[in-house]
Structures are given as structure tokens and as C-alpha cells.
């Protein structure tokens, strides 16, 4: 099996986290994140992430260059829509291959005035203005010509609110607003047989200009409006445009994107991994589409990765109440045992149990997870029967956290501190 080198650039935008969890897994794929030297989230899962320049900087081709040289990069996959412009503009001086679609592609979608000029009669797309004085009826919608998400977007409802926006907005253009549902098609093309995928999701709760609560519908429109974009554009591997309702009821075109969409992961999760069927395109690879059949309803939250200097060689962990909550397996503790044992290191059990303990390890499937086992009678301390100094204590029980913590000086934590040892960075603070 030939694993390919994948560099995801910048890989701290939504569009680069998504195409980390689409990746993580996939025995076809190592996985490399590149960005600034900045705080973003990339720089917590990406198993290795590497400094670049932005593309607004000098020497940005250089060092993108050096990097995958040293790296022995196969492929590179953009995470951002300018950035997707620069790379499709120098990628034959690249030693990678840049995962996207052609560059006509790549320079026309990345303008709404020049997208929307290219399909005028093949979709519906929305009414222009070219000047305020040609505005008779409100309201209209304002917004920056290469923008994205919800930045500079803006309902306008008079004149003089129009002609103040167009002023503080750079480069923008005045669409006819469109008051009805919201929509994103995902696709999938093979650059000989067309698209071989296209599904709509209904976008219900945005927040930014991103899509935080989406549920796939029926949108019968939906692939002949994709066939028809595609075809024009000549896109292929992962993309998706937006549409939306006119006062009317027709769906018309907001924005073409020939990339990867953060909320792709509803049809991800079907059966669609966009970032590994695009590589699998690039490489001519034989493809068939075949998604689970269902509704998959995504909804978007923060999430919690820490970075720490919590260092240890032993897992010292209670049954009850903390492996077992209320007769069932805590996931969260035996996802910490696991990725103990993946790292090499002891786990041991120390429980006062009542019952038959290995039947009820047998029971819960737990059975040859510890590589020790301690079964104390009632009036035993735990803090009596750790040996190790280089390790950690989980229990629930505060007065057992209290005990170990006086009387071995480990660090302690009850069930809701496990987050922070199973979410974390492969870099730790030292």
C-alpha cells in the first residue's frame, strides 16, 4: 500500500480541521498541518504541525517549497479560498501536487461578480446593481465581491444606509436579496465522468458565515444545477456551491467554492470522505460513490483540546463510579486506558469492589485491559498499594484523591479532569 505525504495548508481554518478529521484515520494518508505562527486550533490535533509564512508575505513560495522537500511531500491540499488562488498560480513550481480543480476555476469562483457572470443562463443567479441610483426597491443585499463567510455582508434598507455601506466595504457589488431557505450542495467530480456526487443539506443556524446546524435534504434541482456548474467550470475532486430562495421561490446561486467545506463532514460521516476521493482523482484512481442512505443532521459546537505538562508512566484508575457510572462503561476512562496502552504505559486497577470482580469485569468487557489488578478490602487505603512515583491517580471519590495526593504527591483527577488527558496535543508544555 502506497501512503502518500499530505500537507494541509493553512491547516488552523475550519476548512483545514475538517480535512484533519476526514484524514486522521486513513491508513492511505500521513498526515502534515502548516499555518502561521499563530494561536489556531491546528497546532492541537495535527500530529505534526510546521510553520509558513502567509501568502501576503515574501518568500511564502520558498519556504512552502523547502517544506515540502524536507517533508517529502506527495500532495497539498488548500484550506482557504485566496489561498487556493496563489497555489493553483504557481503549482508548477511546486515539488507537490496541489489537490483543486483547474485554475480558471480557481481565479473565477473566488469572484461572486465574475462566477455569476460565467453562469448567467446556465443558473439563477442573483440580480446586480451596478450603482446605487439603479436601486428602486429594498431591501438589497451588500457584500465584498472575494469575500467569505458573513464578513461585509449586510440587508440594506435604504438609500442612505446603501450608499454608506458601499463606502466602508471594499470592492463591493449589490445583489437582489434572496429571503428564502438556505442551501449548500456538496459534490464530488471525476474530471472524465463528471459528477459522481451532489447532495443538499438545508443550512438552519449560521454563525460567521458558518454553517453550525446543517441536515441534508431532498433538493431535486440539486445535480442537474451541479452537473450544469461543474461542466462550465470544469471542476473536479471536492466542491460545493450555495443557493438560496428567491422571492419567488427559485433557488439562485450565492457562491461556486472548488474546495473542501467545513460541514462536508455530514456527508463525510454517509460515506464521502471529500479529501481522500480528491487525491484518489488527481492519482486517475478508479472511483465509486456509494454513500449510506439516511438523514445525518450536523450540529456545531466548541470543543475542548489542551496542551499541558502532565507527564507519567502509570495509570493508576478506579472501578466504580469511574471506569462504571450508573451500571454502564464510562467511554471517556476507557479511552484514557486505551491511549495508555498505545503509549506503552502500566495501567493498573485498584478497586474496592463488593461484587465478583472478574465477573464483573467479564461482564463490562473490561477483562485484559490492566496490567495489574488490586482488589482492597474495605478499610484499606489505595495510597497504600502505589508504588510508582511517575504516575497519575483517577478516581471519583475526593477523600481517595485526597489520600493519594498527601500521601504519594501524585496528581489526581476525578472523571470530569479526564478530558483534558484524552483531548490534548501530541506536543505537551514543558
Not at 486505551?338 to 485498584?350: P, S
Not at 474495605?378 to 471519590?397: G, N, R
Request: charged share 25%; glycine share 6%.
Amino acid at each position: 500500500m502506497k501512503q502518500r505525504s499530505v500537507l494541509v495548508f493553512p491547516a488552523g481554518t475550519e476548512i483545514g480541521l475538517e480535512i484533519f478529521q476526514a484524514l486522521r484515520y486513513c491508513k492511505e494518508v500521513r498526515l502534515f498541518g502548516a499555518g502561521q505562527d499563530i494561536s489556531n486550533h491546528a497546532k492541537f490535533v495535527y500530529p505534526e504541525y510546521h510553520i509558513l509564512p502567509a501568502i501576503t508575505e515574501s518568500g511564502w513560495q520558498d519556504s512552502l517549497v523547502s517544506l515540502c522537500q524536507s517533508l517529502c511531500i506527495d500532495y497539498i491540499l488548500p484550506a482557504y479560498d485566496d489561498v487556493i488562488v496563489a497555489l493553483s498560480r504557481v503549482a508548477d513550481q511546486l515539488p507537490a501536487k496541489v489537490i483543486s480543480s483547474p485554475s480558471y476555476a480557481c481565479e473565477t469562483t473566488r469572484s461572486k461578480l465574475a462566477t455569476y457572470q460565467a453562469l448567467k443562463g446556465v443558473v439563477r443567479v442573483p440580480h446586480i446593481y451596478a450603482t446605487a441610483d439603479d436601486v428602486h426597491d429594498y431591501p438589497v443585499l451588500i457584500k465584498p465581491d472575494r469575500g467569505q463567510g458573513s464578513f461585509g455582508i449586510a440587508r440594506i434598507d435604504d438609500q442612505t444606509n446603501l450608499v454608506q455601506s458601499l463606502q466602508s466595504i471594499p470592492d463591493p457589488i449589490i445583489c437582489e436579496y434572496l429571503p428564502g431557505e438556505e442551501y449548500t450542495v456538496d459534490c464530488f467530480s471525476d474530471r472524465e465522468n463528471g459528477v459522481l456526487f451532489a447532495s443538499a443539506r438545508a443550512r438552519r443556524r449560521m454563525r460567521n458565515g458558518i454553517s453550525v446546524n446543517t441536515v441534508m435534504v431532498d433538493l431535486p434541482e440539486a445535480r442537474e444545477m451541479a452537473c450544469a456548474i461543474g461542466h462550465i467550470f470544469g471542476l473536479r475532486g471536492a466542491w460545493f456551491f450555495q443557493l438560496k430562495r428567491a422571492v419567488d421561490g427559485e433557488l439562485t446561486l450565492l457562491e461556486v467554492a472548488p474546495r473542501i467545506a467545513g460541514a462536508m463532514a455530514t456527508h463525510r460521516v454517509s460515506g464521502v470522505n471529500f479529501p481522500l476521493l480528491s487525491i484518489f482523482e488527481e492519482e486517475r484512481l478508479p472511483i465509486f460513490v456509494k454513500p449510506n442512505s439516511g438523514v445525518v443532521e450536523l450540529d456545531r459546537a466548541f470543543g475542548n483540546r489542551y496542551r499541558h505538562s502532565v507527564t507519567f508512566s502509570t495509570l493508576y484508575i478506579d472501578l466504580d463510579d469511574t471506569l462504571l457510572i450508573n451500571g454502564k462503561v464510562n467511554p471517556l476512562a476507557v479511552k484514557l486506558v486505551f491511549q495508555c496502552i498505545n503509549d506503552g504505559k502500566k495501567v493498573v486497577l485498584l478497586t474496592r469492589h463488593r461484587g465478583n470482580l472478574q465477573q464483573t469485569l467479564a461482564k463490562f468487557r473490561l477483562t485484559g485491559l490492566f496490567d495489574e489488578i488490586v482488589h482492597l478490602g474495605e478499610a484499606e487505603k489505595k495510597s497504600t498499594y502505589i508504588s510508582c512515583v511517575d504516575a497519575i491517580f483517577v478516581d471519583d471519590s475526593f477523600a481517595e484523591r485526597l489520600d493519594v495526593s498527601v500521601n504519594c504527591d501524585l496528581l489526581t483527577f476525578d472523571c470530569s479532569m479526564i478530558e483534558m488527558l484524552t483531548e490534548q496535543a501530541e506536543n505537551l508544555i514543558r
